[in-house]
């Protein structure tokens, strides 16, 4: 069977998911955000999910085990928070957020997880980070904004 990386990109890309922002802070004590759509419920018992993360971008740097993350489920209104933690495009007001935890949330998200690093594997051009779940919430009904065929093509119905 022969398929180029694109063509993997685009079949993959035709599955519909979530949108997510992952937030960790630095040593600095600033925070990093990277926008995921590979997120998903591992576990009920115990309580974990996972996400992946590609093996260059900057928020590897600061992830390691024990790490608590931040992880903001977005709303269909928040394409533009989506566009700056993807890098695609740099907001005009700074994002705005609230303290769970000792983790950032974004404020207008539809639900919500902290979570601490458990375990990391390596697998291809990945980082599969698995995390125990400390906390979660729902804080809207709104609709989830969602992923199909690209960021660039990011919708909500």
């Avoid at 926008?35 to 590897?60: G, H, Q, R, W, Y």
């Avoid at 533009?80 to 404020?107: C, G, Q, T, W, Y």
């Amino acid at each position: 069977m022969l398929y180029d990386k694109k063509k993997l990109k685009e079949v993959a890309g035709s599955f519909p998911t979530g949108v997510t922002v992952v937030t960790i802070k630095k040593p600095s004590g600033d925070i990093h955000g990277m926008t995921a759509s590979s997120f998903l419920s591992l576990s009920l018992d115990p309580p974990m999910i996972l996400f992946s993360v590609k093996k260059e971008n900057e928020i590897i740097k600061y992830i390691e085990k024990g790490k608590k993350i931040g992880i903001s489920i977005l709303s269909e209104d928040m394409l533009d928070e989506s566009d700056h933690f993807a890098n695609i495009k740099l907001m005009k007001k700074k994002p705005v957020f609230f303290d769970v935890d000792d983790v950032r949330i974004l404020k207008g998200s539809i639900a919500w997880y902290s979570v601490s690093i458990r375990k990391m594997y390596n697998e291809g051009d990945h980082k599969i980070i698995i995390c125990q779940i400390i906390d979660l919430d729902i804080k809207s009904n709104k609709n989830p904004l969602l992923y199909y065929r690209g960021y660039s093509k990011i919708f909500s119905e």
